[in-house]
């Protein structure tokens, strides 16, 4: 079955401690991204990543990072989380940018 | 920048009464895309507009591009509560290739 696969699905955890949220896809799509959503704000674009070792910033990156070492992998990395990066946030992919996105079940996370 | 908005912000209807949400961008559009995210649930993409005035159907939806591919509708006949969610629309401006998303329309239906 296609899918976009996010882990972990929810995540309580405090201020400062390291976390990464894995995605992974198994459509050999080469675009991948990730989002948050917040009430009111829809989806704001975090990074992409074009293709493999291939990244650049979306609209909001301050606070994350991420790899591509791999063309089904794009983790999210938040190397110290602070409590406005409390959010629900999406993984997605698709065959290029301009192309529907399949997008993951999503992660909520809380940083209190 | 280039943006997306997306009106209204929210719509309350009765079951059976229709529904319309708007986009219009700024710069023109490539294409554009409308996805449904269910409540709990993850945006699922519903539909791709290419062409300057296309107008595409799916059973009780109706999707619009503009002629001047700078704005686009969704229109829903007949809400059921299957309808209930989030609709966003998001396009591709030729500039940068990336999507840019509207803050989307979340249908309320009224019991």
């Known amino acids: 079955e296609a899918q976009v696969t996010q882990n972990p699905r929810y995540l309580i955890t405090v201020t400062g401690k390291k976390l990464t949220v894995t995605c992974s896809q198994n459509?050999?799509?080469?675009?991948m991204s990730w989002y948050r959503q917040d009430p009111g704000l829809g989806l704001r674009q975090i990074y992409y990543?074009?293709?493999?070792?291939?990244?650049d910033k979306g609209d909001v990156p301050e606070g994350y990072k991420v790899s591509r070492k791999e063309k089904r992998n794009f983790p999210l990395i938040l190397e110290s989380p602070s409590p406005n990066q409390t959010s629900l946030y999406f993984c997605?992919?698709?065959?290029?940018?301009?192309?529907?996105?399949?997008f993951g079940d999503g992660t909520r996370l809380s940083i209190l | 920048g280039q943006q997306v908005m997306q009106i209204p912000q929210y719509q309350h209807v009765q079951e059976g009464e229709d529904f319309t949400t708007y986009c219009n961008s700024s710069?023109?559009?490539?294409?554009i895309q409308w996805y449904k995210q269910r409540p709990g649930g993850h945006p699922v993409f519903l539909i791709q507009?290419?062409?300057s005035g296309e107008v595409k159907k799916q059973k009780r939806l109706t999707f619009q591009f503009g002629e001047a591919k700078k704005n686009s509708s969704l229109h829903i006949t007949a809400t059921q509560t299957t309808d209930v969610g989030t609709y966003f629309c998001?396009?591709?401006?030729?500039?940068?290739?990336?999507?840019?998303w509207g803050a989307g329309t979340k249908l309320i239906i009224k019991p």
């Open positions: 998001a396009g591709d401006a030729d500039s940068n290739y990336q999507l840019i």
């Open positions: 990543s074009m293709n493999v070792e291939v990244t």
């Open positions: 710069t023109t559009l490539s294409n």
């Open positions: 459509m050999n799509h080469e675009y």
């Open positions: 507009l290419v062409k």
């Open positions: 997605a992919s698709s065959f290029n940018s301009n192309q529907p996105q399949h």
